[in-house]
């Protein structure tokens, strides 16, 4: 079976644009959890989705924002991004609900904000 | 709220030793806890599952224990090899927080061969 993947892998990108990334699940998947890692705050829960509807937020500024397909594929987006938005962005997939599953991480997507 | 130390931050050890690595936390209201490995830059894999009602877990040289009434878990690695230099990460999910995931900083591991 594939693993949890996430494109781009490495975005630059200028204060001021917005950005989206995406994740594809391990097939079967249902859950899908994105998380900010940075050196000074470590990992940080963004959002978590199951069957297309939002379960949990973390505590992110409305800018950030998440979707989920019916194929569970998911997408993240951040708009007038900041300098301190510059983390590894990463994408966890569980088989059912988070609060059961094991989750499986994708290999994150480095966003660098000039 | 809870709160996940982990004990040592750092721990550089010759190859071949057996370790422990430690994760505490604060609140013993857990549903289960997960132990993953981050290698520099890369994603996170996961290692162990333990469920609330287990007391340890096991995979080939891991070996993870949990105690939740003092709010403790352990990591053992046998026979450390230098491919097992990482960060370790645990991660309880608590009830409290709606089932997310908290963080502990992690424990930079380094296997010198």
């Known amino acids: 079976k594939a693993g949890v993947t996430q494109t781009p892998r490495y975005l630059i990108k200028t204060r001021g644009q917005q950005v989206t990334l995406s994740c594809s699940p391990i097939?079967?998947?249902?859950?899908v959890s994105w998380y900010q890692q940075t050196p000074g705050q470590g990992l940080q829960f963004l959002f978590e989705?199951?069957?297309?509807?939002?379960?949990n937020k973390g505590n992110f500024p409305g800018r950030f924002s998440g979707r989920q397909f019916s194929n569970s594929r998911s997408e993240m987006n951040v708009s007038t991004l900041e300098l301190g938005d510059s983390a590894l962005y990463l994408c966890?997939?569980?088989?059912?609900?988070?609060?059961?599953?094991?989750?499986?991480f994708g290999p994150g997507t480095r966003l660098t904000v000039t | 709220k809870q709160e996940v130390t982990q004990i040592p931050a750092a721990l550089s050890v010759p190859e071949g030793e057996n370790l422990v690595l430690n994760c505490s936390f604060t609140?013993?209201?857990?549903?289960?806890l997960q132990w993953f490995r981050q290698d520099p830059g890369k994603g996170l894999t996961s290692l162990l599952l333990?469920?609330?009602s287990q007391r340890e877990q096991t995979s080939g040289r891991l070996n993870a224990s949990l105690d939740k009434s003092s709010g403790r878990s352990t990591l053992y690695i046998a026979a450390s090899q230098p491919g097992d230099s990482a960060t370790y990460l645990c991660?309880?999910?608590?009830?409290?927080?709606?089932?997310?995931?908290?963080w502990g900083a992690g424990t930079k591991l380094i296997i010198k061969p």
């Open positions: 609140d013993s209201a857990i549903y289960n």
């Open positions: 991660a309880p999910r608590s009830m409290d927080s709606n089932y997310q995931l908290i």
């Open positions: 333990i469920q609330s």
């Open positions: 966890a997939s569980s088989p059912t609900s988070v609060q059961s599953g094991e989750q499986y």
């Open positions: 097939s079967g998947h249902r859950s």
């Open positions: 989705y199951f069957s297309e509807t939002q379960r």
